[in-house]
């Protein structure tokens, strides 16, 4: 999840996560957050997550 530095979504640029550790939190927690808005629709929160639109 190079594409969304944690906490700037909207203003981040392309691989400002270096830390691999770091990618890895802020796409687990973006798929939370995605996971949430499709009430636990895990093929529609994927569906979502992958399709995304990250400034």
Known sequence: MSS?????KGNARVGCIKDPNIS???GVREFK???GKVNG???LALQSYNCATRS
């Open 33 to 35: 957050d995605v996971l």
């Open 24 to 26: 890895i939190e802020a």
């Open 41 to 43: 629709d895990i093929a």
């Open 4 to 8: 969304s530095c944690i906490g700037v």
